[in-house]
């Protein structure tokens, strides 16, 4: 095993150990143990109970899956896009092209969280959970690709003047079969941008959560679960309050630790 | 006659963004679903009157009209009326700008002093690179909030030390990397190797070097500040305009956060324009 990639296969052992944990008989992260509420770490509860009764690990581990299966999959959405809007602008004639760095710049203007709360906060009252998590993940996603669009705008800027471009397009090679030229000349700057976004999406996620905005309860999520540590009365009661943000940084830590080169 | 071409384009792009953003802003204030939709509605004692300003306001807010309001009070200095406490946005802004702008700013100049800071002793020092990048990295993966919580739980630090250590574990990355680069230029090995004072060589031969990078830099870091700027005031409760907009989220007073929005993206933009080229900061 290579050492550079260590990140990678402690952050899958994760992923497995949270499966594991969740897909066991009888875990539920919404059920509610009320003869054991804020209890500390037993058997039955290995990371002890959150103020409902709900079983912590179970509930750390739910959440651990939803943030990293989210990220990714806003991660996806958004390279996708910035790699289609960067591509097209830069073999779009000037005007275009301005034009769409100009709307790149005047969303990369936005503090990210100004932009998610007022998002958020135009959603319908009766949006269910799973629907505000969907949402949260999306709009991170819609936000999240001028930064990216720009990288690859440079890129496809570079490879446009390229030598065998020039060639290619001096000997007829027009549109579709341009692009499917450019593209995996492409790839290299967009894993980067991809690995850079997941823990962007999942710290976004989190203070989001953390400020009342992001996923509804009952699901749980890394912001929700940081709401805790607002309450000092469970301080006092149980230290396991500090296990979601320990695992959280963990993840986070090992997630910018992924090497970028592709 | 360059140099005013150059800031007359510079001032019209500024512009563009600033009227691009506002309407991407009503735009998407407008199709959100829950536009027209108010929490007092729940409750039984506010329900018909809620109903009856949501009707009024449906009337009046088809998406050109409420471009041309918002254009038209933003000309004249109004930014409309706060759905929440039913008084004008800018009575409710003027105060804590101050407030806000007095967090920045002493927040900017810390984080920036510890970054440069550190990444002057990281880029002199070959083997040093591990014990600056693990604190910085460990700062990068804790989420603002949590680290605010942190500090109120330990008794210790304030909104200006949590948005400085932000600032300056995000920007000692970049610094590092710009300051690296300009040591290995080969002049300056030259000059090293001469015994020149690093000093001299740092004020007289790097400073200016990498003073447009900087300047880039430094507008990047006024959006990290803002990106903080909510849960930092909101958990020390500092009555600023992050509170303000987190208020305003929490009650569904869209007026306040378009304008606290368009506010924030007029700062960022106009940092943008002094800080020089928007793409300088990607080159470190």
């Known amino acids: 095993m290579r050492i550079r990639l260590l990140p990678v296969w402690l ?5 497995l150990g949270a499966l594991a944990m969740v897909a066991r008989p009888g875990a539920s992260y919404a059920y509610q143990d009320r003869e054991h509420t804020l209890a500390g770490a037993s058997l039955q509860h290995p990371a002890g109970t959150d103020e409902l009764g709900r079983d912590r690990l179970v509930r750390v581990s739910a959440a651990l899956l939803l943030s990293l299966a989210g990220a990714l999959a806003a991660s996806v959405l958004t390279t996708g896009a910035a790699a289609s809007i960067g591509t097209l602008a830069a073999f779009a004639p000037r005007g275009v092209a301005w034009l769409t760095m100009l709307v790149c710049d005047a969303f990369l203007s936005l503090p990210w969280l100004f932009l998610l709360m007022m998002v958020r906060s135009a959603l319908p009252l009766q ?15 819609a936000l999240g690709w001028p930064a990216c669009a720009r990288a690859v705008y440079r890129g496809g800027v570079g490879l446009k003047r390229a030598g065998w471009i020039l060639q290619a397009r001096a000997s007829g090679l027009r549109g579709r079969q341009l692009i499917r030229q450019v593209v995996p000349n492409l790839v290299p700057l967009l894993l980067p941008q991809f690995l850079i976004c997941v823990p962007a999406f999942v710290i976004a996620e989190a203070n989001l959560g953390a400020l009342g905005l992001g ?22 009661r149980t230290e396991w309050v500090y296990f979601p943000l320990a695992l959280l940084i963990l993840v986070l830590l090992l997630l910018e630790a992924i090497p970028v080169e592709a | 006659m360059k140099t005013l071409s150059s800031l007359l384009r510079s001032l019209a792009r500024a512009l563009a963004l600033v009227l691009l953003v506002m309407i991407g802003s009503t735009l998407l204030v407008r199709r959100a679903p829950g536009y027209l939709s108010d929490a007092r509605e729940m409750d039984a004692r506010y329900g018909s009157t809620v109903r009856a300003e949501l009707a009024h306001e449906s009337a009046r807010s088809s998406l050109p009209q409420m471009l041309a309001r918002e254009a038209k009070g933003w000309l004249h200095g109004d930014a409309g009326v706060s759905r929440q406490f039913g008084v004008p946005v800018r009575e409710l802004i003027q105060p804590r700008l101050a407030v806000t702008g007095a967090l920045l700013l002493r927040s900017l100049l810390l984080g920036w002093a510890l970054a440069i800071t550190a990444a002057l002793a990281a880029s002199t020092r070959r083997r040093s690179g591990v014990v600056w990048q693990a604190p910085a990295s460990l700062l990068l993966a804790i989420p603002t909030a949590a680290m605010a919580t942190l500090c109120l739980l330990a008794g210790s630090g304030g909104p200006v030390l949590v948005m400085a250590l932000l600032i300056a574990a995000r ?17 300056l090995l030259q000059a090293r190797a001469q015994g020149i004072r690093m000093r001299r060589l740092l004020a007289v031969q790097v400073a200016p070097a990498i003073a447009a990078q900087l300047a880039a830099l430094a507008g990047l870091s006024l959006v990290t500040a803002l990106s903080a700027l909510v849960p930092v005031e909101v958990l020390f409760d500092v009555p600023g305009l992050g509170q303000l907009a987190w208020n305003a989220a929490m009650n569904r007073d869209l007026p306040v956060l378009l304008a606290v929005t368009l506010l924030m993206a007029l700062a960022v933009t106009s940092s943008g324009m002094l800080g020089g080229q928007p793409g300088e900061w990607e080159r470190a």
């Open chain 2, 171 to 187: 920007d000692f990355k970049f610094l590092c990397r710009i300051l690296r680069q300009a040591w290995l230029e080969p002049h």
């Open chain 1, 11 to 15: 952050l899958a052992a994760l992923t």
């Open chain 1, 215 to 236: 996923i509804g309860e009952p699901l749980p999520s890394w912001g929700g679960m940081l709401l805790e540590l607002d309450n000092s009365a469970l301080l006092f």
């Open chain 1, 127 to 141: 949006a269910s959970p799973a629907h505000s998590a969907a949402i949260t993940f999306l709009v991170l996603a």
